[in-house]
């Protein structure tokens, strides 16, 4: 089903009924980005508290019970105790605008894609260390002692930072807009948003795996405890999972209502994703064949960012457009 890539990228299509196909994505295809609610929904369940700014990522470190939100005017970096989100955040200052945070042995990355900078700051106390990353950085991850960084500019595919920081090579070939990157053992798998598909590649070596189609307009993706890839595909209304080594789609549900931020709970394998289109949070199970909805909770509008707490299961949702982050314990 995963198709070896020699040279240029090899895409296959695939479904879990095993059949594939040699489609190609379309030479120009727009990118998908949140939809917005007709109108403000039902009442936000849980508890909402203020920001001071629009929120454009969100993540919470376990380790430290640390909650990180980034906003914008101006840009910085609001950290807050996990347990108590109406304390007094301790502010870091940002370059600009931060449209993913993710974590790494206790460090969370910040790419700063205005300015070509990733920020790498260690929980709870915010001391940050500051890269130059050419090429519009935008997700980071760490696979080994290595840094990898998804570099959205067209045709700039991924930069490979040594562990000082400096950059080692930059893989491009096959690539055209890339937005996200995700730890796969000793590989990363790259969500290529303008290829519409995922791609295997070894930071190590440079060399590209196995590339699979990945829905209509996949904007965003997370890791499970099972090694998988789970993703949603905003334009086309779907969950996707695949998993990994080799690389194979293992599912696809649907999710209407302009599916968009998604977070994983490992304790108890739910996936949460944020339905732009409806101002709504829904929980998947998805630990079985197939997801099963578990939860469905009206959220702030413009939920674009979300997170879960694995110890104590709460959610965390951010609004894109000034309405706080929101608590909701299921």
Known sequence: MAALLTGTVLLTACSTS???????????????????AAARGAIPAG??????????A???????????????????????????????????????????????????????????????????????ETFEVSG???????????????????????????????????????????????????KVVVLDELRTAVIEVDPATGELGAGLRAGDATTHAVTDRFGRVLAVDTRGGELLAFSTNPLIMRQRYPVPGAPYGIAYDRTRDLAWITLTERDEVVGYNVAAGSPEEKYRFATVHQPN?????????????ASADGGGVQVVQP
């Open 136 to 186: 519009g950085p935008l997700s980071a991850t760490q696979v080994g002692d290595r840094t990898i960084v998804a570099l959205r500019e067209p045709g700039q595919g991924i930069a490979v930072l040594n562990s000082a920081g400096k950059l080692e090579r930059t893989i491009n070939e096959g690539f055209r807009g890339v937005s996200a990157v995700l730890p796969a053992g000793k």
């Open 305 to 317: 960012s979300v997170t879960v707490d694995p110890k104590s299961g709460r959610v965390l949702v």
């Open 58 to 128: 969100l993540t919470l470190d376990e380790t430290t019970r640390t909650v990180a939100i980034a906003v914008t005017d101006p840009a910085r970096l609001l950290l807050y105790p996990a347990d108590n989100l109406t304390a007094t955040p301790r502010e870091i200052p940002l370059p600009g605008p931060v449209d993913q945070l993710s974590l790494v042995d206790g460090k969370l990355l910040a790419p700063v894609r205005a300015n070509g900078k990733l920020l790498r700051i260690t929980l709870p106390a915010g001391a940050a």
């Open 47 to 56: 508890t909402v508290t203020p920001l001071p700014g629009k929120a454009t």
């Open 18 to 36: 095993q059949s594939s196909t040699n489609e190609q994505p379309p030479d120009e295809v727009i990118p998908a980005g949140p939809a917005v």
